[in-house]
């Protein structure tokens, strides 16, 4: 359910990749070894899911040299044709986050998991390499010059806020000080780019629908009431924007029936009906897939949906009996297709339903699985408790106090905008 993009125009060429393409996996299935084309490596991947774009230099140089295939911009990345659901992580020392928690000033204490004392770094050095072809490396001038004229929101829960202090992250490193500025709010906060006429912004909507656990957080979820068929107040703030960003699935998690209200009536919030979590979900995300379909016009705004971010609370999931939540994790679970219980699949199937149905394309940004594997790059116990950094007797109570819900930046939410940047 990816977006359609229109056609791309370059016909001819397009043609030669076909052909290129399908010869060359041809050969792969017959061949366990290309040696001629070793030193490029081009065909380690299906090519096909990038369009090759072919020139005779190019030809020499497919030969000669080997090929940083990741920032090779002669790869146009196919967002139809590249699965980036599927995958693994792949461990390299020389990858380096463009960004730090010291070197960007944006960030929030919640995900600054380096300056909160983590002192592992591994899990800042992982690639995420879908199984058939490339995700381009986030590059922030290319990323800017997309973005220009244009506003860029993301709405949300606190995941997506971190995923956008990620991309604002990103990008802000090659803008001189003087060219940005930053506005946070409670709700809403503002990052601009002055030369490029960009923001970046982020909405604070944990239901995307309205709830009276908005602006105002109630710690108890059974006090929470979700007013079901409701978006309307949010929804005035995010017309007008070129590109958004959904996200919402950890706040209805509460294990609890949910409280739903729709209508309006004199009773005010006594006339809720409980319902459970999928049932209420679905008609929350119905409200939003309306609102969508009736207000967006899809020649000039782009939608897209970031699924659910799996959570790591249980250490059984990963077999390690001894474990506790993510706590003291180091490394990516290694087994392929593993889902935790943290990742609700009939909350994913919702999202589809609703989704599949909608007028306007939405791209789904589908991150759980490759999230999943990241039970190490979880803020855990390297994180803040109602603004105040964890005590050291807090630290020593993970069960309690380890945070497997967020996570640290730079770190997977980096690779969440990678693919966002790559549809972009
Ligand atoms: C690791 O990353 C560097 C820099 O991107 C790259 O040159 C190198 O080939 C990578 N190594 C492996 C084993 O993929
Ligand atoms: C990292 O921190 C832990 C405690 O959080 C400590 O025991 C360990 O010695 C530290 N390692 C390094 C290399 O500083
Ligand atoms: C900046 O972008 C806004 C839309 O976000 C547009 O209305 C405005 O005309 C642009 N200004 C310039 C100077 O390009
Ligand atoms: C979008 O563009 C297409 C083709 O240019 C046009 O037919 C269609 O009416 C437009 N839709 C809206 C909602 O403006
Ligand atoms: C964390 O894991 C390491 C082994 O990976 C172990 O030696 C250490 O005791 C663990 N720390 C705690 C506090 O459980
Ligand atoms: C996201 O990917 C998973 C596979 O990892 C799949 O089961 C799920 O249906 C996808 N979600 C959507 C909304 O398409």
Redesign the pocket.
Known sequence: ?ETMKGPRGKIPLSIIAIIFCTLAFMALLYTERLSFLSSSSIFKFRPCATRYKMSKTDNKRLVSKPLDYAADDRFEFDPEECDI??GKWVFNRSIKPLYSDRTCPYLDRQVSCVKNGRNDSDYRHWQWRPDGCMLPRFNPEIALKKLQGKRLMFVGDSLQRGQWQSFVCLVESIIPKKHKSMKRGRVYSVFKAKEYNTTIEFYWAPFLIESNSDEHIIGDPKKRILKVDSIAKHAKHWVGVDILVFNTYVWWMSGLKLKSLWGSFANGEEGFEELDTSVSYRIGLKTWANWVDSTINPNSTRVFFT?MSPTHQRSEDWGNKDGIKCFNETIPIRNKWHWGSGSDKRM?NV??SV?GRMKVPVT?I?I??LSEYRIDAHSSIYTELQGELLTDEQKADPLHYADCIHWCLPGVPDTWNQILFAHL
């Open positions: 359910m659901v599927h699924t994913m999202v589809s989704v789904l589908n759980t699985q």
